[in-house]
């Protein structure tokens, strides 16, 4: 040191060792948990958990003996097999259908690219099982495209039941999720590293498959995830397309009085489901997903493949659209011609959106201390607490209403077969998007705003209320709007847990195509077309997504 005071070198060191104490003291603080939130993060992981709990408990009642036994049976080798090949297939079909599209779309001269973009999203629109119970109308035995077709001497088409059917609906409506995500990682891939491989002699095709899709293939992956849990979950395509899936069996053996086999087979789901996300995170691997704000280079000129290539971008979404959108438009042009054939009333809406406002409501108040220590305090235990959050989504809606059903009718008597369990159900099932969107706008908050709330004689919880509270606002609002629109949807759950007598969208669908009183269905399921149409545009708006 000189007369004059510390060297450059000195104050730098200086420097280093006083942000070296203060991570250290930032570390040492994020170590002591607060009480309060995490006395309510460990309730609701708790909460969270108990349903798969009692699942294992029940499935297990009979001793390893007589569940190996159940497991053996043929049938259920059979079960097995159908939902794994029908994973493969439209998970497999998806990526065949989502990669070039986002590629056409992103990298590519294609003409009206904009519009095309918005076009091949819009399938996510549709509940896949509005979309099974229009093409069953339409290209089923004596259904409308034969009715049409039935002039020209064509009596009967291709059987629509069973596995092609489902593999059919199923992809049409969960490529979107392959799209948007392959297409997001190709948006942000710096082009300079496909440009270098060109001019090492490398093909397009060559640069293609040895730069772009390693690149890509983290972003393929979380979407195929996606698409592979949507469709080992879903209820409403298996059971309308007469295909025996594990969720249409589980409802059927419950239903019929088959318990304990249902659930063995719901906790076999669940450990298919774990398999899938293990599987995932090996595919996905550990590198970085696209780099982020590289150049930008010329478009791929498509030449004489651009009326192809614009065809098919065209034609998957408008096969999604178009027909549900004709069977609905006919029904109702029937019913509204017959009067009482529409039978809707508005009970339907105001139950819809009283047990989904409630659910969002219950939702985000249960994220808030998840989210809260999962942003701010990072140790094992927080991390326990935000994963297990994370199981009830994970959980497929059949498997998680049976053993509610099970916990309900032995423990919780009181509030089984009210909406008290119903609600609960739904905010087991989608708790994660409420974490989630919670959790980012708290990684958002700088933490010294509290702080500085606090030396000027504001409590912990005085200070959250007054600074962090109004600036996660918007991530309070993103998972509010989020539980509530995928509430809306939900059907497996609210089959098995809806109190008697009430009636909901998604039920009064359900319930026409059990009558046959297909009229029945159209209002409903328009309303909730428009519903997920406001999803689509909540995540546009949420994402900022780029359709340029």
Not at 5 to 30: L, M, N
Not at 179 to 194: G, K, P, W
Not at 258 to 282: F, K, P, Y
Not at 518 to 544: D, T
């Amino acid at each position: 040191m000189t007369a004059g005071g510390p060297t450059a070198d000195e104050r730098g060191a200086t420097g280093e060792r006083g942000a070296s104490a203060g991570d250290e003291g930032a570390a040492r603080a994020s170590d002591r948990l607060p009480i309060a939130p995490t006395v309510a993060s460990g309730v609701v992981a708790a909460a969270v958990l108990l349903p798969l709990l009692w699942l294992v408990r029940t499935a297990l009642a009979g001793g390893p003996g007589e569940a190996v036994a159940l497991l053996a049976r043929p049938e259920t080798l059979r079960v097995f097999v159908n939902s794994a090949a029908l994973v493969a297939a439209v998970t497999g079909a998806s990526i065949l259908l989502g990669v070039p599209l986002a590629y056409l779309t992103v990298r590519t001269d294609l003409p009206l690219r904009r519009s095309l973009t918005v076009a091949v999203s819009l399938p996510l629109v549709v509940p896949s099982y509005i979309g099974a119970f229009a093409f069953v109308s339409a290209f089923g035995p004596k259904g409308a495209f034969q009715r049409v077709l039935a002039p020209l001497g064509v009596e009967s088409l291709p059987r629509i039941y069973g596995f092609a059917g489902a593999t059919l609906v199923l992809t049409l409506y969960t490529y979107p999720y392959v799209y948007i995500t392959t297409r997001a990682a190709l948006a942000s891939l710096d082009t300079r590293l496909v440009d270098a491989a060109r001019t090492l002699d490398h093909s397009r095709w060559e640069a293609f498959r040895r730069v772009t899709v390693p690149q890509i293939r983290p972003a393929v992956a979380a979407g195929s995830l996606l698409v592979a849990l949507y469709t080992l979950s879903d209820f409403g395509t298996p059971a309308i397309m007469r295909f025996d899936a594990f969720t249409r069996v589980i409802y059927v053996e419950f239903t019929t009085f088959g318990r304990d086999l249902a659930a063995l087979l719901s906790l076999l789901l669940v450990a298919v489901t774990l398999v899938i996300l293990a599987l995932e995170s090996r595919v996905r691997g550990t590198g970085p997903l696209y780099a982020v704000g590289g150049r930008h280079g010329d478009t791929v000129p498509l030449g004489r493949w651009t009326a192809p290539a614009v065809l098919f971008c065209a034609a998957v979404p408008a096969l999604a659209l178009v027909v549900p959108l004709l069977i609905l438009g006919a029904w109702f042009v029937n019913g509204a011609s017959g009067g009482a054939a529409l039978d809707f009333r508005m009970e339907y809406v105001f139950n819809s959106v009283g047990v989904s406002g409630a659910t969002a409501v219950a939702a985000t108040a249960a994220a808030l201390p998840v989210a809260y220590l999962a942003a701010r305090h990072r140790s094992r235990l927080t991390e326990s607490f935000e994963r297990a959050t994370y199981v009830g989504y994970a959980v497929p809606g059949v498997v998680l209403g049976l053993a509610l059903v099970y916990l309900g009718t032995s423990y919780a008597t009181p509030i089984y077969q009210t909406l008290y369990l119903l609600v609960f159900a739904y905010v087991v099932r989608f708790l994660p998007q409420a974490v989630g969107s919670l959790r980012a706008s708290f990684l958002r908050v700088d933490p010294a705003l509290p702080e500085a709330a606090r030396t000027l004689g504001r409590t912990s919880a005085g200070a959250f209320r007054a600074v962090t509270l109004p600036l996660v606002a918007p991530g309070l609002l993103g998972g509010w709007a989020l539980v509530f629109l995928t509430t809306m949807k939900e059907l497996p759950a609210t089959l098995l847990l809806a109190p008697t007598g009430f009636d909901t969208l998604v039920t009064r669908i359900w319930s026409a195509y059990g009558q046959g009183y297909f009229g029945y269905a159209v209002i409903p399921a328009l309303i909730l077309l428009g519903v997920s149409a406001l999803s689509m545009l909540l995540i546009i708006s949420q994402e900022g997504y780029d359709v340029r």
